[in-house]
Nanobody
Framework: QVQLVESGGGLVQAGGSLRLSCAAS????????MAWFRRVPGKEREFISN????????EYGDSVKGRCTISRDIAKKTIYLQMNSLKPEDTAVYYC???????????WGQGTQVTVSS
């Protein structure tokens, strides 16, 4: 059974930085991809970034290009999202996801809140 647990969210001022973590358990290395998404109440879920466990197939959503970096630590079974130059519009719940046995993201974490003050 795969489990994903996000952490690292919090309250920061505009221009600040956060590093989100997604700790995975179970047979996660058979996944096609890992990703970060975010969601604001009343709005559609937004793609942030994805990566595979080889460290390749990296993509970023337009809203965070140049400000965020995704990475992975195989030994720790952890995916990271380094977020810099944060803006108030980055305020959202950030979710980690995995595509396992499918090319669609079918496993999700509980989310971690990021709040950026203006």
């Amino acid at each position: 059974q795969v489990q994903l647990v996000e952490s690292g969210g919090g309250l920061v001022q505009a221009g600040g930085s956060l590093r989100l973590s997604c700790a995975a358990s179970g047979p996660i290395f058979t996944s096609y991809a890992m990703a970060w998404f975010r969601r604001v109440p009343g709005k559609e879920r937004e793609f942030i970034s994805n990566i595979n466990w080889s460290g390749g197939n990296i993509e970023y959503g337009d809203s965070v290009k140049g400000r965020c970096t995704i990475s992975r630590d195989i030994a720790k079974k952890t995916i990271y999202l380094q977020m810099n130059s944060l803006k108030p519009e980055d305020t959202a719940v950030y979710y980690c996801a995995a595509a396992l046995g499918s090319r669609e993201f079918n496993y999700w974490g509980q989310g971690t809140q990021v709040t950026v003050s203006s």
